[in-house]
């Protein structure tokens, strides 16, 4: 049945008792942190009012929490920890994050008391990537894999970087190469190895466009991207 819950606008860490209805907008898959082996699991939550909340769930929780909050679904949540966010690593426009764990209640809206939409995503043609060439802005794409090139180094200022490269191609047939950095490597890309022989679909959102030698167009995927295998 319905129950009552508060935009995700008026829940702060001063707030008790609350309960918020969301829709998981975006799911990541559980990666551990670069500084140190904690895993975690991050997602972006949405009310119906399209406020959007980043939420981490860590370690043993994430086992706890793998068969729930799918992607897609409505949730009412509870009891989650809320705390503030340093602007660099908001993923969500937002001052606050959760973070989910043993004592969060969650529980599944049926679809007859669902009243949340699903995430309107603008996928960009492959066609007009010129658009956001090396700009700051964030864009959403979607793709069928049609190679996957081994992973390799490459010499950037910090020192030998590690990227695996997909050929993906849109709709209207376009090639264009996704670069998989860090942990996308041993996460995402490696699922998609897996299945390569199958031309899986992919969508890949909030990434940046980058031209190299003025010829080819690299995305690449940033630290706060999410990439979903479709099909």
Known sequence: MSRQHIPLKDITIGTKGWTAKVIVEAKAMPRSSQRSPVKYQRMILRDSEGTKVQA????????????????????????????????????????????????????????????????PYNFVSFSEFSK??????????????????????????????RIQELLLVDQQLIPKILTMWDQFIENECAAIVKIIKTKPIIAAYRIRIVSFNGIFIFIFTVSNGFIYIII
């Open 56 to 119: 981490t769930i860590f370690e043993s929780d994430i086992d706890k929490f793998s068969d729930v909050l799918a992607l897609y679904k409505t949730y009412y949540i509870s009891n989650a920890v809320v705390k503030t966010i340093l602007p660099q690593h908001r993923i969500a426009k937002n001052d606050y994050q959760w973070h989910i764990n043993s004592k969060t209640i969650v529980e599944e809206v049926t679809k007859v008391y669902s009243s949340i939409s699903l995430p």
């Open 132 to 161: 956001y060439i090396n700009s700051d802005a964030y864009v959403d794409i979607i793709g069928v894999v049609i190679h996957a090139y081994p992973p390799r180094e490459i010499p950037i200022v910090n020192g030998p970087q």
